[in-house]
């Protein structure tokens, strides 16, 4: 018994030993598997514009290894979302947005990556004055879009009038949008929104994003009327065996002018035939379609509105991710 005890001891003792062994590795390894902690940052600088509060922000975040990180930031007020920018290599971004009169609770909230954790700055204090004319201030929701390459996604533009009081008629804003990656398209529903007198809720707009899969379906056009292959194959052989003897013999004037008469026809014919991108794509139809490429960008989304006299622009972005 005595033997016995000592050895199920033992084995105890070994595997009591083996475990806390372990529990430093795996505290240790923890972290890696969630990405390193980061640190955002966010600081506003206002500026009085035509009675109106505008701010430029600048974002940092860094991970605590020191290091930028990658991917974009939202630009939250009071929990609610203004612009999304996307951070460059250093792990900044910068934005300017118009504020609407009142005081602001603004942070920057770091969505994560790969490699880093998300996070959110502390909270910035802004109190936006009020202007004697009306305006109006522009937002969006969500203000990131992930899509795959071919579809489609929604996100809302807001319009908020900003002392609409003074309006003796409705305001007019038009929405439009830029800085869109190649064979990407955005179309707003509805593309004029209107400010009524004395109006103060939010009007929204539907922002349409689509973006485009590669297409490897390649158009065969049927055979044109008139087009005959061995008509052309022994006449460009000819004309240009004959341009060449009429060069060759550079004493006799009469054949050299036919000799240019005869190449100029021939840079002609090959300009409307198989030279010329129309028939290209006529015979040998449409390339393929090309894909919306991959990555992050910054769609800038501006809303401009004109009394006949001066024109009110303001903008905001949101970040459109592109994944395969």
């Not at 009591?16 to 640190?39: E, K, N, T, V, Y």
């Not at 942070?107 to 305006?135: E, F, L, R």
Request: hydrophobic letters at 45%; a positive charge; glycine letters at 8%.
């Amino acid at each position: 018994m005595r033997f016995m005890f000592s050895r199920s001891l033992r084995l105890e003792l070994v595997a009591g030993l083996g475990i806390a062994l372990a529990m430093p590795a795996l505290a240790l390894a923890a972290p890696d598997a969630r990405g390193l902690a980061s640190q955002t940052t966010l600081t506003a600088e206002t500026r009085d514009v035509a009675g109106h509060t505008e701010a430029t922000f600048s974002i940092n975040v860094l991970g605590v290894d020191g290091l930028p990180a990658s991917g974009a930031v939202v630009i939250e007020d009071s929990g609610k979302p203004l612009a999304g920018v996307v951070l460059n290599a250093q792990g900044h971004a910068t934005s300017t947005l118009a504020l609407a009169p009142g005081p602001h609770s603004l942070s920057a909230n770091y969505s994560g990556d790969a490699a880093h954790q998300q996070s959110t700055s502390p909270h910035t204090a802004i109190q936006a004055q009020a202007g004697a004319t009306a305006d109006f201030s522009i937002s969006i929701a969500p203000a990131t879009l992930t899509l795959k390459q071919g579809q489609s996604g929604a996100v809302v533009a807001s319009v908020t009038p900003v002392n609409a009081a003074s309006l003796t008629t409705p305001m007019f804003v038009t929405l439009s949008c830029s800085g869109l990656p190649d064979q990407t398209s955005c179309t707003f529903t509805p593309e004029n929104v209107e400010i009524s007198p004395n109006a103060t809720a939010a009007v929204p707009s539907s922002m349409v994003l689509a973006t485009q899969a590669a297409s490897l379906a390649k158009v065969v056009p049927t055979a044109r009327p008139g087009s005959n292959p061995v008509t052309w194959a022994v006449l460009l052989p000819g004309t240009l065996g004959f341009a060449g003897l009429a060069f060759g013999v550079r004493r006799r004037r009469w054949l050299s002018r036919m000799a240019m008469l005869c190449f100029v026809g021939l840079v002609s014919t090959l300009g409307t035939t198989a030279c010329a991108p129309l028939y290209n794509y006529r015979h040998h139809g449409p390339p393929t379609n090309l894909p919306t490429p991959i990555g992050n960008y910054n769609v800038v989304i501006s809303a401009q509105s004109s009394n006949g006299i001066t024109a009110t622009t303001k903008t905001t972005t949101m970040v459109l991710m592109v994944t395969k």
